[in-house]
T-cell receptor
Framework: AQSVTQLGSHVSVSEGALVLLRCNYS??????LFWYVQYPNQGLQLLLK??????LVKGINGFEAEFKKSETSFHLTKPSAHMSDAAEYFC????????????FGQGTELSVKP | NAGVTQTPKFRVLKTGQSMTLLCAQD?????MYWYRQDPGMGLRLIHY???????AKGEVPDGYNVSRLKKQNFLLGLESAAPSQTSVYFC?????????FGPGTRLTVT
């Protein structure tokens, strides 16, 4: 069975500081990995995804993530936080079979201080 | 196109009442999913469908039923609502990008 663990339910950074949101996964098959963002009272928006190929994936809004198979990790980073980045972030894994089910982590709420 | 839409947006039920949540997509996607979101638990898959006329159980299917009579619609039913089903419900369909999510339905069961 697949699973995702996001380390830290709340992360707080200062505006302009590095954003690092941690995600570790468990999968018995090569995983497809996703990061989604959810702004208050809204649905989920795809930030980026890894399927195959290049392990460093760039997404929208300046975010990127690196797939590290040896560490079973897919951490999300952004060099310089902006106030508008404050939201909840979800990491998810799929094996792209069995109906392509996405299994989500519990989420990390990012706060950005001025 | 309208993407993934959900109706209603909000609903309050009393324990024991029934209701149906409707998810519709106009992108001709085969795969559709129902999730529930609860604080600190992320999104958990309730049921999913890989095509018209097919459904399957997800992680937390108990207390819910689904139907996919038409490709564009995926219905989630609660036959006898319980307070534990108070949640935000999201529908999604599978695209080349990943998963397209609807705006959510906030359900409160009193």
């Amino acid at each position: 069975a697949q699973s995702v663990t996001q380390l830290g339910s709340h992360v707080s950074v200062s505006e302009g500081a590095l954003v690092l949101l941690r995600c570790n996964y468990s999968s018995s098959v090569p995983p497809y990995l996703f990061w989604y963002v959810q702004y208050p009272n809204q649905g989920l928006q795809l930030l980026l995804k890894y399927t195959t190929g290049a392990t460093l994936v760039k997404g929208i809004n300046g975010f990127e993530a690196e797939f590290k198979k040896s560490e079973t990790s897919f951490h999300l980073t952004k060099p310089s936080a902006h106030m508008s980045d404050a939201a909840e972030y979800f990491c998810a894994v799929s094996d792209n079979n069995q109906g392509g089910k996405l299994i989500f982590g519990q989420g990390t709420e990012l706060s950005v201080k001025p | 196109n309208a993407g993934v839409t959900q109706t209603p947006k909000f609903r309050v039920l009393k324990t024991g009442q029934s209701m149906t949540l409707l998810c519709a997509q106009d992108m001709n996607h085969e795969y559709m999913y129902w999730y529930r979101q609860d604080p600190g638990m992320g999104l958990r898959l309730i049921h999913y469908s890989v095509g018209e006329g097919t459904t399957a159980k997800g992680e937390v299917p108990d207390g819910y039923n689904v139907s996919r009579l038409k490709k564009q619609n995926f219905l989630l039913g609660l036959e006898s609502a319980a307070p534990s089903q108070t949640s935000v419900y999201f529908c999604a369909s599978r695209s080349g990008r990943g998963r397209d999510f609807g705006p959510g339905t906030r359900l409160t069961v009193t």
